[in-house]
């Protein structure tokens, strides 16, 4: 097994600046202009994964070919996803197929320091750029308050931001650790005892301090992020959650992405409002 790297530390390799590093891994898109040139750059790699004993994600089209490179043991890039991209474009330079311009490198950042969604981005990068801006959402909403500002109700919802944090942290390790990879539950959600309490996240969260509920979100947030990238690299977006439903139906990730996405937009609006009661603070 490899290390995992930074995404700073691939961009910064030699010979790669035809790839673009996303949440979900590398990407670079080759301009063959006919299936024939296609097949033959296929070809070439599919001899240098094999002889790397390191396979990427390969999409053949009419007047392109996409690679995706990922290390599912490590959850993200390592040094042969660098090795193999920069083989990779050089056999593409050998037989004259030009790379799309890389975008931006790193995603572009809004004045809330929340990643905009890539507005040209396949399906993957589209799914985990808008939850990824969310969590960002979710992050700027609960910044910089103490436990009174994490404990503030508005009316007569006793939904707090501190709630929100503990809530999304046991969504977050329930969809993608739990439904996605069919593990059991971890602490602190394994103990409760659910049936006397289905909105336990909610009510304790007044009990824990404002690092500790932001540390249990983001380690959430962690995990799941790792856990994506393994269940991407095993089966893409069509690949089916190893837990089914009560009724027998089977989620794909794509369905638990899409479900997450509006999961964070729905309690973000609950945010707005907690936020601007605290402080008067506003924005989308």
């Known amino acids: 097994m490899g290390e995992r790297i930074t995404a700073e530390r691939f961009r910064a390799g030699d010979g790669v600046a035809d790839w673009r590093v996303g949440p979900d891994g590398a990407h670079a898109r080759f301009r063959t202009g006919s299936f024939a040139v296609g097949v ?163 009510h304790s969260a007044a009990d824990d301090a404002p690092d500790d509920l932001r540390a249990l979100w983001l380690s959430a947030v962690e995990r799941s992020r790792a856990d994506v990238a393994v269940a991407l690299a095993a089966g893409g977006p069509d690949a089916p959650a190893r837990r089914a439903w009560p009724d027998g139906r089977t989620p794909t990730l794509r369905w638990v992405l899409t479900h997450m996405i509006e999961e964070y937009a729905r309690h973000n609006g609950h945010a707005d409002l907690l936020r601007e009661a605290v402080d008067g603070a506003v924005g989308e």
């Open 40 to 202: 033959e750059l296929v070809d070439a790699i599919g001899e240098l994964a094999d002889a790397a004993g390191h396979h990427p994600d390969v999409d053949l089209r009419y007047a392109a070919v996409a690679v995706r490179l990922v290390s599912h043991d490590v959850a993200g890039l390592s040094e042969r996803d660098l090795d193999l991209a920069r083989l990779i474009s050089a056999a593409a330079r050998e037989l004259d197929i030009p790379a799309d311009p890389v975008a931006d490198a790193a995603p572009a950042l809004d004045e809330q320091g929340r990643p905009e969604p890539a507005p040209d981005g396949d399906e993957v990068q589209t799914l985990l750029g808008f939850l990824e801006f969310h969590r960002a959402t979710l992050e700027w909403k609960t910044r910089g308050l103490d436990g009174a500002g994490l404990a503030a109700t508005v009316g007569a919802s006793t939904m707090t931001l501190g709630g929100l944090l503990k809530h999304l942290a046991y969504v977050e390790d329930d969809w993608f650790s739990r439904v996605v990879h069919g593990r059991d539950r971890a602490e602190p959600w394994a103990s409760v005892d659910w049936a006397a309490d289905r909105d336990w996240e909610w």
